[in-house]
């Protein structure tokens, strides 16, 4: 299975704005609610980035990265990024589901006090369906 072929064939039904080098495909964000996806790889490894701050999850199985990138471009994902004075504090993956957002991962990059960060921006992609429950 070629995850980068499958995932272009599906944005290309859709009309979505992508950029396609020979181990990498770009998902540009689609409107300005959305954030960019990355997948990247090659048969040993494969990596899966949401946003423009650098959180990225790494696979193993090609199928895997291409759920994770599916799952980051649909209306079930949302990505929230916690900052202040332009210093990243922390980036949050959610899923949606029957009984609202539930967490993915959070990723942490300054150990200090959240109460002392006030900028929060909450992104999401509409490009695929997400059901509610599904999980990644």
Same mark, same amino acid.
């Given at each position: 299975?070629?995850?980068?072929?499958?995932?272009?064939?599906?944005?290309?039904?859709?009309?979505?704005? !992508?950029?396609?080098?020979? $181990?990498?495909?770009?998902? $540009?964000?689609? %409107?300005?609610?959305?954030?960019?996806?990355?997948?990247?790889?090659?048969?040993?490894?494969?990596?899966?980035?949401?946003?423009? %701050?650098? !959180?990225?999850?790494?696979?193993? %199985?090609?199928?895997? /990265?291409?759920? !994770?990138?599916?799952?980051?471009?649909? %209306?079930?994902?949302?990505?929230?990024?916690?900052?202040?004075?332009?210093?990243?504090?922390?980036?949050?993956? $959610?899923?949606?589901?029957?009984?609202?957002?539930?967490?993915?991962?959070?990723?942490?990059?300054?150990?200090?006090?959240?109460?002392?960060?006030?900028?929060?921006?909450?992104?999401?992609? /509409?490009?695929? /369906?997400?059901?509610?429950?599904?999980?990644?």
């Amino acid at each position: 299975m070629d995850p980068l072929a499958e995932l272009e064939s599906r944005l290309r039904q859709r009309g979505a704005r !992508y950029r396609r080098e020979p $181990e990498v495909l770009l998902v $540009e964000a689609q %409107d300005d609610e959305g954030f960019p996806v990355v997948l990247s790889g090659s048969d040993g490894e494969w990596v899966v980035g949401f946003g423009p %701050d650098g !959180y990225h999850e790494h696979f193993d %199985d090609p199928a895997k /990265a291409l759920e !994770y990138a599916v799952f980051g471009l649909s %209306d079930g994902c949302r990505l929230r990024t916690t900052s202040r004075f332009g210093l990243l504090r922390n980036v949050v993956v $959610e899923a949606r589901s029957a009984e609202g957002w539930r967490l993915v991962t959070e990723v942490g990059t300054l150990g200090f006090s959240s109460l002392h960060w006030r900028h929060t921006t909450t992104q999401r992609n /509409a490009l695929f /369906a997400g059901e509610p429950g599904e999980a990644v």
